[in-house]
């Protein structure tokens, strides 16, 4: 049975496999696309995948008319319609039903989302092998076409529709170890159709004293995005319009140049965040060896521009399709865990993007786990009780850096029962964090006296999800 990598995107989806030593992007026959957009339409009759959806914005729950009823989905849900369209486009590919799966994530993912995704494969029908990181993905692809030295520090790059994200590696006779990840999950492609989109609303609002609405808006946003890549490979183009707004015909060239100054901020951003986290890496620029570009907006020339100038000229890697990369990384992933011997690639590291730990008495984060760490791994503390005859114990989970828990991202939280009662401080209560293979975080709290035990998965937030075909 083959066994498939997907790379599930916040833009666009892809789907590959490795079999008999070929490695294969398939094709959407249904869209003529190696890519398929990570979107779904909802029609009176039917739902279809690839397809823009109408609407602006978007929100926790989606609240559609669906076969002439009033549907609620979670985005697990919709996530599962998706790839639940990746399993079939493999399926048809290769005429067998495909159950088993690698899908790779952004880095930055926290444990809810990583979680979210698992819960989303599950209502697709299909076994998760792995959830692998994007950039560790890329590296692989990389890898395995020898296009790496195979001993060597690579910086992968990895600007998306909708996340960005940074890892720090190093490859050592075939061992891929992850030293160091950051990232934005809010900062993407996306973030830069927005700023074309205002700049030429407020145009329109200054020259012509019209106020778009909700759709013109829509319509506006949507050439925007086609004028971005269509910027990426010319200095100039114009965008066209017509009947964009009650009659109104828009017609405006913008060039490169403006393109790049509207979005300047954001693109230094990016670069703050590579240069931040190869201080977490302990390294500095000159220590690295190669840089790796993976997502569509990686393509843009000042976004190499920048990368070229802050690595002195080192060597930027965009050899393998930027828009395809990750996905040939995780069938080589998902080839390499069922069993298949490579001379290349030995095994690979990952890392969490987040420190773990608990709150304490003075509200202050006691971390169990540290940013970075390789996964899988545990840790076990020894705490006790603060205040005597105390029988129970709060155990609220937080991922963060700040040393006050509250100012942490909190995941879960639940309470140890059943203490031996004493003096403050006599109890021996043993907490402990482990995180899987895929990320995912369980705590068990005990004590040793009375045996008493409780625990906690996180997992995401899940209400009543169905399966995709009803």
Do not use: W
């Amino acid at each position: 049975m083959t066994v498939i990598g997907i790379d599930l995107g916040t833009t666009f989806s892809c789907v590959g496999y490795f079999e008999k030593d070929k490695l294969e992007i398939i094709e959407n026959k249904f869209t003529g696309s190696r890519v398929t957009p990570s979107v779904v339409t909802f029609t009176d009759s039917d739902f279809k995948i690839g397809k823009p959806i109408s609407g602006y914005g978007s929100k926790p729950k989606i609240h559609v008319n669906f076969k002439n009823e009033n549907k609620v989905f979670s985005p697990e849900e919709i996530s599962a319609m998706i790839l639940k369209e990746m399993k079939r486009i493999a399926s048809i590919h290769l005429n067998q039903n495909i159950i088993q799966a690698v899908i790779t994530v952004p880095a930055y993912f926290n444990d809810s989302q990583r979680q979210a995704t698992k819960d989303a494969a599950k209502i697709a029908g299909l076994d998760v092998l792995q959830l692998l990181n994007e950039p560790t993905a890329a590296a692989l692809a990389y890898g395995y076409d020898k296009k790496l030295n195979n001993k060597s520090k690579i910086l992968v790059y990895d600007l998306g529709g909708g996340t960005f994200d940074v890892s720090v590696m190093e490859i050592n006779n075939g061992e891929f170890k992850i030293i160091a990840i950051g990232g934005d999950t809010l900062l993407g492609g996306t973030d830069f159709d927005n700023s074309l989109t205002h700049h030429f609303a407020k145009l329109i609002n200054d020259k012509h004293k019209i106020n778009l609405t909700k759709k013109s808006l829509l319509r506006l946003r949507n050439e925007c995005e086609k004028v971005k890549r269509e910027l990426t490979q010319m200095q100039e183009t114009t965008i066209e319009i017509d009947g964009l707004f009650d009659g109104f015909d828009f017609v405006e060239k913008i060039t490169r140049s403006t393109f790049e100054r509207l979005n300047l901020d954001l693109f230094k951003k990016t670069i703050e965040i590579v240069e931040t986290t190869l201080k977490s890496a302990n390294l500095t620029r000159d220590d690295i060896d190669d840089i790796v570009l993976v997502g569509g907006s990686s393509r843009i020339p000042k976004i190499k521009q920048m990368l070229l100038e802050f690595f002195n000229g080192k060597t930027i890697k965009q050899d393998i399709n930027p828009d395809e990369v990750v996905a040939y990384g995780a069938a080589i992933q998902a080839v390499l865990l069922s069993g298949t011997e490579n001379s290349f690639i030995k095994s690979v590291k990952d890392v969490i993007p987040r420190s773990l730990g608990i709150e304490n008495a003075d509200t202050k984060m006691v971390f169990f786990l540290r940013k970075n760490k390789i996964i899988p791994g545990s840790k076990t503390l020894n705490i006790t009780t603060v205040y005597d005859n105390q029988t129970t114990a709060r155990f609220s989970i937080y991922e963060g850096e700040d040393k006050i828990a509250k100012n942490n991202n909190l995941l879960g939280e639940f309470i140890l029962s059943n203490i031996k009662k004493g003096p403050a401080g006599s109890a021996k209560l043993q907490c402990t964090f482990s995180i899987d293979f895929n990320g995912i975080l369980s705590v068990v709290a005990r004590d040793l006296d009375t045996q008493s035990s409780n625990s906690i998965v996180i997992e995401s937030v899940k209400d009543s999800l169905i399966n995709s075909e009803d």
